[in-house]
C-alpha cells in the first residue's frame, strides 16, 4: 500500500490517501499537546507508543465484539484504517470524576460516579471544542436523532469492554475520549485512537512505583496517562511504556 497526499493533519497524527479509496493511512506523531495546543511539546517515542497502544487495544476490543476502523498496523508508527464520515464530536464516558468535570461541578477528583456520565463536545478549534447536548448536535447538524442514539449505545457498550480490559490490567479507567464515524455503508463504528493521550488511566498496583512501574504519584493517585503531561509532573514515557507492556502480556496471554 503507497502513502499518496495528506488529507488532514491533526495534533497527534497526519492522515494520507492510498491507492484504494476506502483506506487512509494514519501516521501518529511524537507532538503532544494540552489545553488545545496551548502547551506544545515534541516527546521521542510517543509515536510509537500510541500507534501500538491503540493497535492492541483495538484489537482487544474486536475480540470482545467492538469493530473498529482498525485494518492494520504497517509500521512502528503508521497503520491503515478505513475510510469514514467522522462525526465532529468528542464523545467522552467518565466513571470516576475527575478533569473538567471535577471543576465544572465541584467534584472532588476521585469520587465514584453513580452511573457512566456520556459527554459530547463539538470538534471545533476556533470554539475550543465546546461541551453540548443531544439538542445541540442535531439542531447543528452534526449528527442525526438517530445516529446519537447508536453512538450512545454503541459508547457505553466500549466503556463496559474498556473498564473490564484496563481492570485486567491492574488499571482503573477512570474517562476516557473516543471519536466514531460512519462507513461507505452507513455503519457506525469506533474509529481514532485509544491511548493515555485520550484515557485517565490510574494505576492499581499500588505500591509497585517504588519498582519503577513508570506510574507518577499526584497525591493519592498513580498517574498512567497524560494528566503527567497536563500537570507538569514529570515524563509520559515511563508510564506509557508501561501501560504498554501490560497490553502485550494481556495479548500473549490469549
Ligand atoms: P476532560 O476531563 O478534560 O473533559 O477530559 C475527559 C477525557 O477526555 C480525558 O480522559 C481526556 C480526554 N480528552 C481528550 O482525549 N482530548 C481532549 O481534547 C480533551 C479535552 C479530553
Not at 182 to 198: M, N, Q
Request: hydrophobic share 40%; net charge negative.
Amino acid at each position: 500500500m503507497e502513502k499518496l497526499g495528506l488529507l488532514y493533519q491533526g495534533k497527534a497524527k497526519k492522515l494520507y490517501a492510498t491507492e484504494d479509496p476506502e483506506v487512509l493511512w494514519v501516521e501518529y506523531l511524537n507532538q503532544a499537546t494540552a489545553g488545545n495546543g496551548a502547551k506544545k511539546e515534541q516527546i521521542v517515542g510517543k509515536a510509537e507508543l500510541n500507534n501500538r497502544i491503540t493497535t492492541l487495544i483495538f484489537d482487544e476490543l474486536k475480540r470482545v465484539g467492538i469493530d473498529s476502523h482498525l485494518v492494520k498496523q504497517i509500521s512502528p508508527t503508521d497503520q491503515l484504517v478505513r475510510k469514514m464520515t467522522m462525526f465532529p464530536l468528542e464523545i467522552v464516558q467518565r466513571n470516576v470524576a475527575a478533569g473538567s468535570f471535577s471543576k465544572r461541578l465541584g467534584v472532588d477528583e476521585g469520587t465514584a460516579l453513580k452511573e457512566p456520565v456520556l459527554e459530547y463536545y463539538f470538534k471545533s478549534d476556533p470554539l475550543n471544542d465546546p461541551f453540548i447536548n443531544d439538542d445541540d448536535a442535531v439542531a447543528l447538524g452534526l449528527a442525526t436523532r438517530e445516529e446519537l442514539a447508536q453512538i450512545a449505545t454503541l459508547a457505553r457498550t466500549i466503556n463496559v469492554k474498556l473498564t473490564a480490559l484496563f481492570a485486567s490490567i491492574d488499571v482503573r479507567l477512570v474517562d476516557f475520549k473516543i471519536e466514531m464515524g460512519k462507513t461507505s455503508d452507513g455503519e457506525i463504528l469506533l474509529a481514532d485512537e485509544i491511548t493515555p493521550d485520550t484515557c485517565r488511566l490510574w494505576d492499581l498496583r499500588s505500591g509497585a512505583d517504588a519498582e519503577g512501574d513508570g506510574a507518577v504519584k499526584d497525591g493519592q493517585i498513580e498517574r498512567l496517562d497524560k494528566d503527567i503531561f497536563r500537570k507538569d509532573l514529570g515524563s509520559i514515557l515511563p508510564a506509557y511504556h508501561e501501560i504498554l507492556g501490560r497490553l502485550e502480556n494481556l495479548a500473549a496471554s490469549h
